[in-house]
């Protein structure tokens, strides 16, 4: 009924988010296998310089990913090479999520009600996903840096063993769901938090440090 609500007022599902693929986080959250959503072209932006409004959403927070850009179909069953074929670009960006739910406390099944709990996207550069950068997204690690000198740290495999594992988990999930629509060409898809999800206030600074992949790092600010 969503999704019908959304598509009549003039939005389009643009891509995937796949939520709980790193499996470091699930004793927090108390879940036990990773979730999807819809991506819409209206919660899609790419990342800038300029500082950009937090959205009014209930407990929002952040999660640094990997984002791919399909050239062609992928199918269920592909190995991690084949899906690499299927890819146009890989990006580093950033997922805004959010919980309807008080205190973050939910189950897998109030998070699939909650469309995946996805608020926004925001893509970084957009690079070709060469052999080398394919093969590097396991062995990546990454640093977050933010407000009151926090940080924290995270790796490519902490996502069901790396970006491209999460988008076949993805795949074998559509397939065995008559209801759910195949992933086409054309499609994003961001494959996971690579750290714990940090929540967000007004004029939070967030910057990320890649090492082992040839990615840049990326920066959001929020007003």
């Keep these: 009924e969503i ?3 959304r598509t009549a007022r003039g939005e389009r599902m643009v891509g995937r ?14 879940v036990t296998g990773p979730i999807w959503g819809p991506v819409w072209n209206t919660t899609l932006h790419d990342l800038s310089d300029a500082p950009v409004p937090l959205p009014n959403l ?13 050239r062609t179909a992928p199918s269920a069953g592909m190995t991690p090479d084949e899906l690499a074929h299927c890819i146009d670009w890989v990006s580093h ?8 739910f008080p205190g973050w406390k939910f189950d897998v099944t109030d998070c699939q009600a909650g469309f995946g709990l996805h608020g926004a996207l925001y893509v970084g550069p957009r690079l070709p996903l060469t052999p080398d950068r394919a093969a590097a997204l396991p062995d990546l690690s990454i640093t977050l840096h933010g407000p009151e000198g926090k940080h924290l740290t995270g790796r490519g495999s902490d996502v069901l063993d790396g970006p491209l594992q999460a988008l076949a988990h993805l795949l074998d999930t559509l397939a065995a769901d ?6 086409a ?25 890649l090492t082992g992949i040839d990615l840049p790092g990326a920066k959001i600010a929020f007003r």
């Design 185 to 209: 060409a054309g499609e994003l898809i961001t494959t996971g938090t690579l750290t714990d999800a940090v929540p967000l206030s007004p004029g939070d600074i967030w910057e990320t440090r």
């Design 178 to 183: 008559p209801q759910a629509t195949p992933l």
């Design 17 to 30: 988010k796949i939520g709980f693929t790193n499996r470091s986080i699930w004793p927090i959250y108390g």
């Design 58 to 70: 209930t407990e929002p927070r952040l999660e640094p990913e990997i984002i791919f850009g399909l």
């Design 3 to 5: 999704t019908a609500r």
């Design 93 to 100: 960006g950033f997922e805004i999520v959010f919980s309807p």
